[in-house]
């Protein structure tokens, strides 16, 4: 029981490690020395727990997708009347308030989001795996939702429509750094984000042309 507790903790120490240079410097930069020596653990320890390290970069992609794939929002739209007005705006509102939690976890690390920034932002195998895992499923189903709400939409629209729902969120996280600093803060804390996630939600219903209630 011990060796297997010491295991997983020496597995998420590497994960941690690993995702945590790789949001700051990308995948191709990171070398299995910087993650042993950021983690606390030996090079070794690289082939023994994961068989090597891009089997490691696998292991970080799929804990980072995994957040988002415990609760598919195919799911959660389920529970919406969307042949009523009102109940597409609570669909949206959903979409917008699900990113935003995700995004902003506290219970996750920072470096969460930052791998994301990186996966898209750079060709590689492990951008093809998490655009199958998680962009592609969370894409399809925002457009679709989009496409309901606004019939005859073209699939480029629709996508234009879905950039500009989300972008302020994804922006907030890909450029933290440089944001902060212009506000003055050392983090967004809940007060922010709600702020943020508040105006994103009625602009995204503005923008389709649903009823906002009185408290947005």
């Known amino acids: 029981m011990g060796n297997y507790t010491s295991g997983r903790k020496t597995r998420a120490a590497l994960i941690d490690a690993a995702g945590s240079l790789a949001a700051e410097k990308g995948f191709s930069s990171v070398s299995t020395r910087m993650?042993?020596?950021?983690s606390g653990e030996n090079i070794g320890s690289i082939h023994y727990h994961f068989g090597g390290k891009q089997q490691l970069f696998d292991a970080v992609v799929a804990t980072v997708a995994e957040r988002w794939q415990d609760k598919p929002l195919s799911r959660l739209l389920t529970h919406c009347d969307l042949t009523t007005l009102p109940g597409q705006a609570?669909?949206?509102e959903l979409v917008v308030r699900r990113e935003a939690a995700l995004l902003f976890d506290p219970e996750a690390p920072v470096w969460h989001c930052r791998v994301i920034y990186q996966l898209l932002h750079?060709?590689?195998?492990?951008r093809d795996a998490f655009r199958h895992a998680v962009i592609g499923p969370e894409s399809e189903t925002i457009i679709q939702l989009i496409q309901t709400i606004k019939p005859g939409l073209d699939p480029v629209t629709a996508h234009q429509y879905m950039y500009l729902i989300t972008a302020p969120l994804f922006l907030h996280v890909d450029y933290r750094e440089a944001l902060l600093e212009r506000l003055g803060m050392n983090g967004y804390d809940a007060t922010y984000i709600e702020s943020l996630t508040h105006l994103c939600v009625r602009q995204a219903l503005l923008l389709l042309n649903l009823p906002v209630r009185e408290t947005l």
């Open 90 to 92: 609570e669909a949206v």
């Open 122 to 126: 750079f060709p590689d195998p492990l």
């Open 35 to 38: 993650i042993a020596e950021l």
